[in-house]
């Protein structure tokens, strides 16, 4: 399984932009596809992520101001707006399933962080 993320880059403080996730290889069971951002030396933190049943789960900072859906072929958006400089970070995407065959136990997938900044 691989999470290829696209987007991110250099914003202007109020604007707008997206992240993009695109999954490739055999999850035969996602619980879970999201994602997450990890400031220096601390913990990765929820962003956003859906659950297998279609619920949509955020974290405090993206209440209101993000919005995550599945668009084309494996793919999950992060929509991002009134970004502020404390959205500036490292996003990982992130698919909690088991990989091959059911009953091999679940795990996490990340893929390799994409950067966001946020000029003010």
């Known amino acids: 399984v691989r999470l290829a993320e696209s987007g991110g880059g250099s914003v202007q403080a109020g604007g707008s932009t997206r992240l993009s996730c695109l999954k490739t290889?055999?999850?035969?069971?996602?619980?879970?596809m999201g994602w997450y951002r990890r400031d220096p030396g601390q913990e990765r933190e929820l962003v956003a992520r859906?659950?297998?049943?279609?619920?949509s789960e955020y974290g405090e900072r993206a209440k209101g101001r993000f919005t995550a859906f599945f668009g084309e072929r494996d793919t999950i958006v992060l929509h991002m707006t009134n970004l502020s400089a404390a959205d500036t970070g490292a996003y990982f995407c992130?698919?909690?399933?088991?990989?091959?065959?059911?009953?091999?136990?679940?795990?996490?997938?990340w893929g390799q962080g994409i950067q966001l900044t946020v000029a003010s």
């Open positions: 992130n698919v909690y399933g088991e990989e091959g065959r059911r009953g091999s136990g679940a795990r996490d997938f």
């Open positions: 859906i659950n297998n049943r279609g619920i």
């Open positions: 290889g055999e999850i035969v069971e996602q619980y879970s």
